[in-house]
T-cell receptor
Framework: AQSVTQPDIHITVSEGASLELRCNYSYGATPYLFWYVQSPGQGLQLLLKYFSGDTLVQGIKGFEAEFKRSQSSFNLRKPSVHWSDAAEYFCAVWGGATNKLIFGTGTLLAVQP | DAMVIQNPRYQVTQFGKPVTLSCSQTLNHNVMYWYQQKSSQAPKLLFHYYDKDFNNEADTPDNFQSRRPNTSFCFLDIRSPGLGDAAMYLC?????????????FGSGTQLSVL
């Protein structure tokens, strides 16, 4: 069955530092992968997605993610974090035959001044 | 400019007292989803409508029902809320429901059960 694992429940970084959030997926075929962000009191907003082609995808707000099939990973990165990036980040995979989006448990990002 | 609107933002109900959460969309999307999100857990799909076609997840309790009277509106009915149903309920839409599309989410309704 398709699944998504986000190993880090909570991460704290300093403003201006680089960021990498980890995501591992389980899926038999080429996956459709997504990163969503949820700010406090808000719904989820799509940051970026991967379907095929270039394995490095660019998203909104300066985020990027790299698809690595050999590692079954789709890690999210940002070179320099801003205080406004503090939020919860969800990795998700489209479940193919199940026809639904399967989310990971999320990583809560805190940004120190 | 809000495209997926959920009301109310916060809902408090009593144990066993029926409650209805509402969702409306201005996107004219065919598909509407209801997710349940408990603290520190992944959003969990309860059911979705493809147009008028209702699709229930196998593990969604019978206590949860949904209605979609028209394209714009979708309701989540909890017939007899238990303490374990306290959660954030997220409504989302997509145009056709295929895997490549992004989902548009509302801000959610935080349900408390006393």
């Amino acid at each position: 069955a398709q699944s998504v694992t986000q190993p880090d429940i909570h991460i704290t970084v300093s403003e201006g530092a680089s960021l990498e959030l980890r995501c591992n997926y389980s899926y038999g075929a080429t996956p459709y992968l997504f990163w969503y962000v949820q700010s406090p009191g808000q719904g989820l907003q799509l940051l970026l997605k991967y379907f095929s082609g270039d394995t490095l995808v660019q998203g909104i707000k300066g985020f990027e993610a790299e698809f690595k099939r050999s590692q079954s990973s789709f890690n999210l990165r940002k070179p320099s974090v801003h205080w406004s990036d503090a939020a919860e980040y969800f990795c998700a995979v489209w479940g193919g035959a199940t026809n639904k989006l399967i989310f990971g448990t999320g990583t809560l990002l805190a940004v120190q001044p | 400019d809000a495209m997926v609107i959920q009301n109310p933002r916060y809902q408090v109900t009593q144990f066993g007292k029926p409650v209805t959460l509402s969702c409306s969309q201005t996107l004219n999307h065919n598909v509407m989803y209801w997710y349940q999100q408990k603290s520190s857990q992944a959003p969990k799909l309860l059911f979705h409508y493809y147009d008028k076609d209702f699709n229930n997840e196998a593990d969604t309790p019978d206590n949860f029902q949904s209605r979609r009277p028209n394209t714009s509106f979708c309701f989540l009915d909890i017939r007899s809320p238990g303490l374990g149903d306290a959660a954030m309920y997220l409504c989302a839409t997509s145009r056709t429901g295929t895997g490549r599309e992004k989902l548009f989410f509302g801000s959610g309704t935080q349900l408390s059960v006393l």
